[in-house]
């Protein structure tokens, strides 16, 4: 006879994507529990807590749409909120759901293996948290970035000041932000990265550190936040619009307040490209990016007039030519990786107190007990934050052992590539469910607007697998090809899908992460929608289920 499991579903992960799938499961009367590995609910926004971190979606499109007493309670106060408001939020949104009586919290999951004869999960955990577990439902909310990266540098364990990795702040245990108790002012400040959580973190210690030192080895095409207060009365009329504004976002390539212009960069005269492109660089949040010419991210040359505009207003703001050139990408064009979005980044270069240090110019040779050597000498600080960011997309999974059917381990099983139908499942991987992960229509996206794109549509697959009795769910390998296979022809069409970035799954810090793989969905919110519409509508094509 079988062994019942313990739990219908479990959840791993208590971020924005977990919580909602999980409330979600339990409305449908199904036996969860959630696991998470951190002491609380919020996923990278309890962990991300470094000074100047905030979300570069407009705030009252970064959230849960579809809790309409949360949308019309919460007043955000500023247009792109910063962390400790996120998280209230996602607080308040936890008591709404009633969320923590299910879930076990400092409980990080070690392994989870298929157990065939029994078609179930069985689920064991690092020493300290909880005993194992069996589940016939295993879903996996761990969140694209938040498996933080250390850098490879020579004897990066041996300072003896102060060190900080932005993706794991060390918090106040009174409230939502940074701990108090890290001070910056006054102090020799050294930064290594540049990427967004760089970018914040140098905005805001360069106002209070005696000397910043940022290590730089590639730069990013940075455009500006725009970020202001939201008056009350203006919050007041989001929330009569709210319906409207998530139809809005439906339509657009990643769910966010922005959308193409209907021409293309290169068939505008350059007067016209000019004064277009200066009212996006105005314009807030991904407006430069997302709201662009529909053609620069596929077409070279348009993507170097838009290059070439972003370099002259870098070459403007930064008075030290020198400096400036520094600053400015010259191997890759602009959007075709991550922009980090900015308030005065580029002024923090004409201060006194901050210095660029272009590591490809001078290399890390090491970090000692005392600062940082490069191949131009030693200089001494007192805290070293590390903005290297995150093994993204694939680390959060790789760093626990899934092992299934027949004791084939995840890792083995994307050793050639990541293969997925829907970013959802794995062949191989009965039962096994994965958000917001590799090749999800979720991870290039708002992520709270995408993710719950796909819950409320697992949230419905789940509620007749529920009625129809059905015990196991897994694609067919055609399936899985021919979504994989659609991955890397609509990456392959973009210039993201030529451009090295944790997009592409390039990643210098980790042995064997130098080839590019298709680990996103570039077909847009849009297209994902009108293709899980489409399996809903033919019987859950690709799934098997019995
Ligand atoms: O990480 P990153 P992040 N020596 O990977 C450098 C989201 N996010 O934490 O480019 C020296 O982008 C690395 O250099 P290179 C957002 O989606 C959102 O900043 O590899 N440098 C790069 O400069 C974002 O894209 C918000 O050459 C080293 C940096 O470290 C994602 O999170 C805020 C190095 C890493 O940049 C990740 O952002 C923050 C080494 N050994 C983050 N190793 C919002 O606003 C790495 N680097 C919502």
Known sequence: MKKP???????????ISGMYQLYRLRELGYTVKGVEASDNIGGVWHQNRYPGCRVDSESDTYGYFWNKELLQEYNWSERFASQPEVLRYLHRAGELMDIRKDYLFNTRVKSATYDEANNLWRIEFVEGGSAPMTARFLVSALGPLSAPQMPKIDGVHTFKGETYHTGRWPRDPNGFGPDPKIDFRGKRVAVIGTGSSGVQVIQEVSKVAKELVVYQRSPNWCTPLGNAPLPPEEMEAIKKRYDDSLAFLDTTLGGFAHIWLEQNATDVSAEEREVTLEKLYKGPGFSLWLGNYKDVLYNPEANHLVSDFVARKIRQRVKDPKVAEKLIPK?????LRRIPLET?????YNQDNVKLVDIKETPIE???????ETSEGLREFDIIVFATGFDAILGSWNRMDIIGRGGVSLKDAWKDGVQTYLGMQIVGFPNFFTLVGAQSGATFCNIPRCSALIIDWLSEFFAQVKQRDVELIEPTPQAQAEYTALCHKLLGLTLIGRTNSWFTGVNKNLEGRDKRDALLWAGGNPGYRELLGKVSANGYEGLVMA
């Open 5 to 15: 499991p313990d739990f219908d579903a479990v959840v791993i992960g208590a971020g």
């Open 331 to 335: 191997d890759h064009g602009f959007g």
């Open 366 to 372: 090491r970090i000692t007990p005392q600062g940082i």
């Open 344 to 348: 005065k980044y580029f002024e923090c």
